[in-house]
């Protein structure tokens, strides 16, 4: 048995250090809106990864404001913070960053408002925060569409990978497209797209 958990231990400790080291891993940390920079300003745990995660920060903001359309200051900074949705559910993660506070530092406005922690994060789904803040960061809120739409796993991969054999078998002569369009309209009608479509079928 202890020798089963030292083994575990010693997985973890490996792929801990491949994600400290991974820069897509610290970005994509940053970009929780709970966490932001003050999760890694403990320098005895974390090193120079606060640092490092601020430089990174700071590029990725100077590329992505040449591509927003609008000018940064043509955004309100001062919007009231919305209410949590009812699909904001509190997790383990958000009892785990619940005592981080967020200190400033010098860098552009907008990234200064984020790491000051404006507009608090309270729980539920980041996806949902920063849609409803994307008018407060602009930039920022491009920076996390981008970024956090990649899978921290390859679970869902594999799980489309399973469905699919079951649409598409040896007995089937289907072309890529065909078989697409199923595997979308399963997922979409799993999704609840489509739920009144026999009402509105006989009301036309």
């Given amino acids: 048995m202890l020798d089963a958990l030292d083994a575990g231990e010693a997985k973890l400790k490996t792929y801990f250090n491949l994600a400290r080291e991974s820069d897509l891993t ?3 940390s940053i970009l929780h809106p709970g966490i932001r920079l003050a999760y890694f300003l403990d320098i005895d745990k974390w090193g120079d990864l606060a640092t490092r995660g601020r430089t990174l920060m700071d590029y990725l903001y100077e590329t992505y404001k040449i591509d927003v359309s609008d000018p940064v200051a043509g955004f309100p900074t001062d919007v009231p913070q919305l209410q949590p949705t009812e699909s904001h559910k509190r997790g383990w993660i958000d009892d785990l960053i619940a005592t981080v506070s967020n200190p400033s530092h010098p860098v552009f406005e907008e990234l200064v408002d984020y790491f000051n922690g404006k507009y608090q994060y309270k729980c539920g789904d980041i996806l949902i925060w920063w849609k409803e803040h994307e008018v407060n960061f602009p930039v920022i809120s491009c920076i996390a569409r981008d970024f956090l739409a ?7 991969v594999e799980r489309l990978f399973s469905r699919c054999k079951l649409v598409v078998s040896n007995y089937r002569n289907m072309s890529s497209e065909t078989a697409r369009q199923l595997i979308c309209s399963q997922q979409w009608l799993e999704a609840g797209l489509g739920v009144d479509l026999p009402d509105f079928v006989l009301n036309n």
């Fill in 26 to 28: 610290l970005i994509a």
């Fill in 150 to 156: 990649i899978p921290a796993t390859s679970v869902s």
